[in-house]
């Protein structure tokens, strides 16, 4: 977290020296689970906070905060607890656009981070049920494919996909899991 909050600061110091070389994004959408994880439902949505600085005329480093959340039933003896799963993945990595010069720009990207996993759970005390969650920080990594629309010099709609997996399955879930957030937003310059 500091280090994503030095290159936050250094990012907006190094904007005002160099004039529109920071962008910021948000976006929300769609998160897809095509895993097969017991108890993890199929859908839930994202949305998503970003920095990016130009560090030449065709790559961004990306800095993104992003929320996910999708439902979750958990079996624990003598209870089910039904809730949500919440993902706070903070994400740094960098993102190329195939032509500047284009009216709708392409772009691939990666990065790689640390994520917060909020897990419902809970307990049965004689007749009571103690519903708490579990909070897990996971490696994760994760690849994008996008779109951007120069729609004005400095406002660009985009779509994009993603895919996110984590390095751990917490003895939790059957499997790592991966998720495949749909995405729609927008990039401005910040200065």
């Known amino acids: 977290m500091r280090i994503l909050i030095f290159l936050t600061l250094l990012t907006i110091q190094t904007g005002f020296a160099q004039n529109k070389k920071i962008l910021t994004s948000t976006s929300v959408g769609l998160l897809k689970n095509f895993g097969d994880i017991k108890g993890l ?28 959340s999708i439902g979750y039933t958990r079996q624990l003896p003598g209870l089910e607890i039904a809730g949500r799963l919440n993902i706070v993945p903070v994400v740094v990595g960098g993102r190329y656009i195939f032509s500047d010069a284009w009216k709708i720009s392409p772009y691939v990207g990666a990065g790689a981070g640390l994520a917060m996993f ?18 897990h920080f996971p490696f994760t990594y994760a690849f ?16 994009e996909i993603n895919y996110q997996s984590f390095a751990d399955d917490f003895g939790i879930f059957s499997a790592r899991p991966t998720f495949v957030p749909f995405r729609a937003g927008f990039r401005t310059f910040l200065f």
């Open 118 to 135: 909020s897990v419902p759970t809970g307990r049965l005390e004689d007749t009571k049920i103690i519903v708490t969650s579990e909070t």
């Open 144 to 159: 994008v494919l996008g779109a951007e629309w120069k729609f004005k010099p400095k406002f660009f709609p985009y779509v």
């Open 41 to 68: 439902g199929k859908s839930g949505f994202s949305t998503l906070t970003a920095l990016e600085y130009n560090i030449h005329k065709k790559i961004w480093l990306t800095g993104k905060l992003d929320f996910q």
